[in-house]
T-cell receptor, first 115, second 113 residues
Framework: DAGITQSPRHKVTETGTPVTLRCHQT?????MYWYRQDPGHGLRLIHY???????DKGEVSDGYSVSRSKTEDFLLTLESATSSQTSVYFC??????????????FGPGTRLTVT | KNQVEQSPQSLIILEGKNCTLQ??????????LRWYKQDTGRGPVSLTI?????NTKSNGRYTATLDADTKQSSLHITASQLSDSASYIC????????????FGKGTTLSVSS
């Protein structure tokens, strides 16, 4: 998985609790992304980062926040988890933006269940 | 609206047979098109990336084609193996930074012996 780890790999949490997912890379790539994958939908972008402390919203950013204090780490936080946020979350990295023909490498995913 | 449509939704073939998966897109301005393979419980893995000027690209038994005029792509799998059972995702990139990738919903391929 191209030097990308995600933690935790599985999590069950209750509605209303805060949750933080971590993505760690060893490739020194500039761009990092958080996606969610749900049945009946393609992968959807939540937030992305184009450098340390540089982040922007994606297609489905409501209810999520991110932070990137180091090149290698990108955190996704659900401030108050809801059942609609039950999903599989993927982190991805890339040397450049998707608008250029650079590979985007995906992590192994985190399965989050909100009860 | 930028969209990527894949067909069929699912497909079952016998080991050793060939198959072709389809992708139609309405992404503009077009930058590149990617095919990913996603095994159950794992992250997607890139098979090919094609830019506007490329109309065929191969990766082992996988051959992708691109017709930028008709906005269609196909992924042909030759001599299928059991390990080819996976979801195949077509992804189109627009010429803009950051949020440029538009994902199809995927075609689920099952190869049986």
């Amino acid at each position: 998985d191209a030097g990308i780890t995600q933690s935790p790999r599985h999590k069950v949490t209750e509605t209303g609790t805060p949750v933080t997912l971590r993505c760690h890379q060893t490739e020194n790539h500039r761009y990092m992304y958080w996606y969610r994958q749900d049945p009946g939908h393609g992968l959807r972008l939540i937030h992305y980062s184009y450098g340390v402390k540089d982040t922007d919203k994606g297609e489905v950013s409501d209810g999520y926040s991110v932070s990137r204090s180091k090149t290698e780490d990108f955190l996704l936080t659900l401030e108050s988890a809801t059942s609609s946020q039950t999903s599989v979350y993927f982190c991805a990295i890339s040397e450049s933006s998707g608008g250029e023909a650079y590979e985007q490498y995906f992590g192994p995913g985190t399965r989050l269940t909100v009860t | 609206k930028n969209q990527v449509e894949q067909s069929p939704q699912s497909l079952i073939i016998l080991e050793g047979k060939n198959c072709t998966l389809q992708c139609n897109y309405t992404v503009s301005p077009f930058s590149n098109l990617r095919w990913y393979k996603q095994d159950t419980g794992r992250g997607p893995v890139s098979l090919t990336i094609m830019t506007f000027s490329e109309n065929t690209k191969s990766n082992g038994r996988y051959t992708a084609t691109l017709d930028a005029d008709t906005k269609q792509s196909s992924l042909h799998i030759t001599a299928s193996q059991l390990s080819d059972s996976a979801s195949y995702i077509c992804v189109v990139s627009a010429q803009q930074a950051g949020t440029a990738l538009i994902f199809g919903k995927g075609t689920t391929l099952s190869v049986s012996s």
